[in-house]
């Protein structure tokens, strides 16, 4: 999701209270606050000597140990504000991707994708997953059916594509 449409979901729900599922049926807790929203250039080169760069729109939440068994969400609202004035100090690239950035003692830290988004009565739910590493130079490297072996072979010393 771009972040030009996250931040229209956000203020096209403002009255509702923002979930964030980060697995099937598990919620960052309602104790969650936006700590940093950073703005990312990404440029890389693949395993196959392909150059590419993109910009990330990553908003991180911590769940805050002091208000542990809180049970009203923040609102969509109040997560616009936030958004908004950080995009006053900082403006962002509304065509960058937005991803967001969790863990806690169960779930490794990580940068989410979001997925997909679901209004239930008063929530609006935002669906996160985590997507695999992947070779990006497939093509390049002949591989035409994905492997754990073939993926390996790609970035091998030897395979010519490193």
Request: proline share 3%.
């Given at each position: 999701?771009?972040?030009?449409?996250?931040?229209?979901?956000?203020?096209?729900?403002?009255?509702?209270?923002?979930?964030?599922?980060?697995?099937?049926?598990?919620?960052?807790?309602?104790?969650?606050?936006?700590?940093?929203?950073?703005?990312?250039?990404?440029?890389?080169v693949?395993?196959?000597?392909?150059?590419?760069?993109?910009?990330?729109?990553?908003i991180?939440?911590?769940?805050?140990?002091?208000?542990?068994?809180?049970?009203?969400?923040?609102?969509?609202?109040?997560?616009?504000?936030?958004?908004?004035?950080?995009?006053?100090?900082?403006?962002?690239?509304?065509?960058?991707?937005?991803r967001?950035?969790?863990?806690?003692?169960?779930?490794?830290?990580?940068?989410?994708?979001?997925?997909?988004?679901?209004?239930?009565?008063?929530?609006?739910?935002?669906?996160?997953?985590?997507?695999?590493?992947?070779?990006?130079?497939?093509?390049?490297?002949?591989?035409?059916?994905?492997?754990?072996?073939?993926?390996?072979?790609?970035?091998?010393?030897?395979?010519g594509?490193?």
């Amino acid at each position: 999701m771009k972040t030009s449409q996250f931040l229209d979901l956000l203020k096209n729900h403002q009255g509702k209270s923002l979930l964030f599922q980060y697995a099937p049926g598990l919620l960052v807790g309602a104790n969650y606050h936006i700590t940093e929203v950073k703005h990312i250039k990404i440029d890389s080169v693949d395993c196959g000597s392909g150059t590419d760069s993109w910009n990330e729109t990553i908003i991180q939440l911590w769940e805050s140990p002091s208000e542990i068994g809180k049970t009203a969400y923040m609102s969509a609202y109040k997560a616009l504000g936030i958004l908004k004035k950080v995009g006053q100090m900082k403006p962002y690239d509304l065509d960058a991707t937005a991803r967001i950035e969790y863990g806690n003692s169960r779930f490794h830290t990580t940068q989410l994708h979001i997925t997909d988004y679901e209004v239930k009565d008063s929530n609006l739910i935002i669906n996160l997953s985590v997507n695999p590493t992947d070779c990006k130079a497939k093509e390049t490297c002949g591989i035409t059916v994905e492997s754990d072996a073939e993926t390996s072979a790609c970035c091998a010393p030897e395979s010519g594509c490193c």
